[in-house]
């Protein structure tokens, strides 16, 4: 699967490409994802950063983008659901995206091989080498993708418990519970090491990032959280019982979510975790599509 074709034949349509978002996810962007011939601005809100350098453009404020200019907006950010929910208010009606929904998704990938293609595309910002010493924990989604692909297959079960033997010592050195019978889509991203335990039943979207000390579980009913697409767990969260976390929903560091349902683009904290607030650009979107 060739990733960077893939986005670029997505964005076809659009020939005037801001990037908004200077940070690491935007040099990614840049680099390695997006047509760099139809890049005309990139923009950061961070006033330190305007009339820099960056790649091969100078950095502009969000106010001095000429938006009857541009035909989408790119956003690279982490905080991607500000930006958008700012974007979605714009007088000009413009497209607008969060990079990661450029990507292939579970309904483009047909094998586990595939999806793994997609998690290292997403991870991967450097040279492979410096790869591997930096984000060792991509081991994980390697040995987890094959050893899945080779279930119920006949012909590979011996590759299948070689694999096994393999990723269950993987796992035990990295400090991650991830049972193969845990369902996840592309674009899944572990981003730090050490003491994340998922439940066998756990379902996971798309593009969802999990930081450290983070649980998904089981309540005393044995229910079992699902997470839809685009979702990021802090540190030090657990994902209890029957909760649903939908789309674009980010679980704030500390928080315990329990039999919690969301909205989509939501933002979620506290113990036990609330809803905190819920951006409108996901439902505007919804309604122009």
Known sequence: MKIKKYIEEKLDSYNRIAVWGSGEMGKQAIREWLPKHKIKSVIDSNSKKIGENFETFKIIAPQDLEFNQIDCVIVCTTAYNEVLEILSNKEKKIKYFYVLELFPGSED?????????????????????????????????????????????????????????????????????????????????????GNVVFHRGTKIGDFVTIYQNVTIGSNDTGNVPILKNFVTLFHDSSVIGNSEIKSHCRVGAKSLAIDLKTEEASTIYGIPAKVQRTFNWYKNRQSKS
Not at 156 to 176: A, Q, R
């Open 109 to 193: 990938t047909n094998n586990e091989i595939e999806n793994l293609l997609v998690d290292i595309a997403v991870a991967k910002n450097t040279n492979w080498f410096k790869f591997f010493i930096e984000r060792p924990q991509i081991l994980i989604n390697i040995f987890y993708r094959i050893t899945k692909s080779c279930m119920n297959k006949t012909f590979l079960i011996p590759v299948f418990w070689i694999m096994k033997i393999f990723y269950t010592i993987i796992c035990i050195f990295f400090s991650v519970d991830l049972p193969t019978s845990v369902k996840i889509g592309p674009g899944f991203v572990l981003v730090h090491l």
